[in-house]
């Protein structure tokens, strides 16, 4: 694998934010992606970085450091709906295909 | 819009039958992905297709084969199915134009073995 690493679970309160930070194997890497999956449903994409810096949408913003082989998703204004798992994936040159990572399990507590 | 297809939506089998399952990627969509994704696992990137032709091949078993069709729906194959291969299967397709970089994917299949 791309050794993708982000952590298994985070805990937020309705209403403020939440960062999930997701680390990867920089040789070889092309761009990086985000993912929010509801238990037994589709991954649905949520964001692609290929430069450094920061993508905003609307609530969600993600952000890539290529050099540092790390990115960032940022929630904010927590909603309910928000809990789900997100999955950080990597996209390597030549390929198209995705290596995810094992996912983070978002909780929104009211 | 349309999305990805995938039939059957939930399949059951048992240890040693076969099985086929089917996507259908969204209209002008050229490339075609399976993954496999285990219970609380990340998916896990089988096999691609990009105008018929296989583009990479990941985790695949030998016991699985997979292709894709004139019309760009894709099949794939599962022989002498075992308890392990119990998963959520997803089909997603993207256009190989790179100013469309987004991998779509379908509802997913769920194949149970028992």
């Known amino acids: 694998g791309q050794n993708i690493d982000q952590p298994t679970e985070m805990t937020a309160t309705e209403g403020a934010i939440v960062q999930i930070n997701c680390t990867y194997q920089t040789s070889g890497f092309n761009g990086l992606f985000w993912y929010q999956q509801h238990a037994g449903e589709a991954p649905t994409f949520l964001s692609y970085n290929v430069l450094d810096g920061l993508e905003e949408k609307g609530r969600f913003s993600s952000f890539l450091s290529r050099s540092k082989g790390y990115s960032y998703l940022l929630l904010k204004e927590l909603q309910m709906k928000d809990s789900a798992s997100y999955l950080c994936?990597?996209?390597?040159?030549?390929?198209?295909?995705?290596?995810f990572g094992a996912g983070t399990t978002v909780t929104v507590r009211a | 819009a349309a999305g990805v297809i995938q039939s059957p939506r939930h399949l059951i089998k048992e240890k040693r039958e076969t099985a086929t399952l089917k996507c259908y990627p969204i209209?002008?969509?050229?490339?075609v992905y399976w993954y496999q994704q285990g219970p609380g696992q990340d998916p896990q990137f089988l096999i691609s297709?990009?105008?018929?032709?296989?583009?990479d091949k990941g985790s695949i078993p030998d016991r699985f084969s997979a292709q894709q069709f004139s019309d760009y729906h894709s099949e794939l194959n599962m022989s002498s199915l075992e308890l392990g291969d119990s998963a959520l299967y997803f089909c997603a397709s993207s256009p190989r134009d790179r100013d469309s970089y987004e991998q779509y994917f379908g509802p997913g299949t769920r194949l149970t073995v028992t």
């Open positions: 209209p002008r969509h050229d490339t």
């Open positions: 994936a990597a996209e390597m040159n030549g390929d198209y295909k995705l290596s």
């Open positions: 297709f990009y105008e018929k032709m296989q583009s």
